[in-house]
């Protein structure tokens, strides 16, 4: 889980314009799709948390007070390790950012295909790592952090250009949370009911859970195995439309 998000993360940006053609709406709509990766983002945190030394991948705030942690001593944390995951989460993103000033005009579908495609790729190269060598080993713990954070990265940077209202971000729930307290009837009313974020609470939740149990009970490899799998699946299928 990532309870140690802070609100500190920025409001939706605004919403583009849309390119693409009918193409664009064949397969599996946005919303979904967002779901599970959300879900996926909350088990590989697990894997990255619970195996590597107390280190996010994927929750970039709750690497930032990590870090502090870290740095004034406390005992459990690595330096090194996070700052490592923090690097190549911004070389992820800014990679990310490239594609989609190139791309991104062209169809919502191929730009989220492509960087759902390479994702697969990253993860599946971090899950054979682990399977191939021991779990404490200095290289498998870089190499794994080094490729999921890079993918968590790229995955951010392209699912802010799509901009699906309410989850424009599938690593953290800080600011979903805040908007449900908010918008709800006991707050300001514009928007007492949201199941858009509502699901995307209770899909890091449930992927949390289950990355746990697998990194508990099983080993780092089978995790990263289902998350890429998973990234896979969606890349042959995801579509461009909410």
């Known amino acids: 889980m990532t309870g140690t998000e802070h609100p500190t993360e920025p409001t939706e940006p605004p919403r583009e314009p849309r390119a693409g053609g009918p193409h664009d709406a064949r397969g599996l709509r946005l919303v979904p799709a967002l779901l599970a990766l959300t879900a996926l983002s909350g088990l590989i945190d697990a894997v990255t948390y619970l195996g590597l030394g107390h280190v996010f991948t994927a929750n970039m705030t709750g690497n930032v007070v990590v ?87 790229l995955r951010n940077a392209t699912v802010r250009k799509l901009a699906v209202r309410g989850l424009t971000t599938t690593t953290v729930v800080t600011m979903t949370l805040t908007g449900l307290a908010a918008d709800s009837w006991a707050g300001d009313g514009t928007r007492p009911r949201s199941p858009r974020r509502t699901a995307a609470v209770t899909a890091m939740f449930a992927g949390a859970v289950l990355g746990a149990f697998l990194v508990l009970h099983h080993d780092l490899a089978l995790p990263l195995l289902l998350a890429a799998a998973t990234s896979a699946v969606l890349a042959f299928t995801v579509s461009g439309r909410d």
């Open 67 to 153: 870090l502090g942690f870290a740095a004034a001593g406390a005992p459990g944390f690595s330096v090194p390790h996070t700052v490592a995951s923090i690097a190549c989460f911004l070389a992820g993103a800014t990679a990310g950012g490239r594609v989609t000033r190139h791309r991104g005009a062209r169809s919502r579908r191929s730009l989220a295909r492509m960087t759902l495609g390479v994702e697969a790729l990253l993860l599946a190269g971090a899950a054979a790592m682990a399977a191939a060598t021991a779990d404490d080993a200095p290289a498998t713990v870089y190499t794994i952090i080094a490729l999921t954070a890079f993918a968590m990265g």
